[in-house]
């Protein structure tokens, strides 16, 4: 299933099958690779992902919460990975919204350094980190929309959930942002 609007699209499936120039990982600090999206990512994209990310943690320790790193897409469909570390919820004082709003930003920053025009964001900590889904997906789409008020580089970005629950969560919130 899938719903456009403007230059966002919504869809519901895997992340990993995606033939885009890059596609998100909702990644861990380590860059190692875990359970949900990123180890799908991680398992689809075999090692040179992981020794890229190798890598990474050698010249910096790896990938700190809010911020992105880029790697290759190894034997995905996507030519790059951008790993990005969302917040674990810990309740609402914890400035945890502003580190997801940083993830969103910070990727696409990446996206456009690298000129890459086609990106693919799965749902950043709604999964064992906790976030609450329908508060996440408000500030994937504020986060988006306010980045793409001063650029132009990203040709199409897809929102890619893999349940039920958070595509009707998006449709809903898309569909409020395309009434405005």
Known sequence: MSIKYKIIELIQGDITKLKIDAIVNAANNGLFGGGGVDGAIHRGGGKEIDDQCKLIRERQGGCKTGEAVITTGGNLEADY???TVGPVWNGEKSGAEEFLSSCYKNSLNL??????????????????????????????????????????????????????????????????????
């Open 81 to 83: 990975v951008i790993h």
């Open 111 to 180: 996206a456009v350094e690298k000129n890459i025009e086609t990106i693919a964001f799965p749902c950043i900590s709604t999964g064992v980190y906790g976030f609450p889904k329908d508060l996440a997906a408000e500030i994937a789409v504020s986060s988006i929309m306010e980045f793409l008020k001063d650029n132009t580089g990203i040709k199409k970005i897809i929102l890619v959930c893999f349940e039920d629950e958070s595509f009707k969560i998006y449709k809903k919130l898309l569909g409020l942002y395309n009434s405005n």
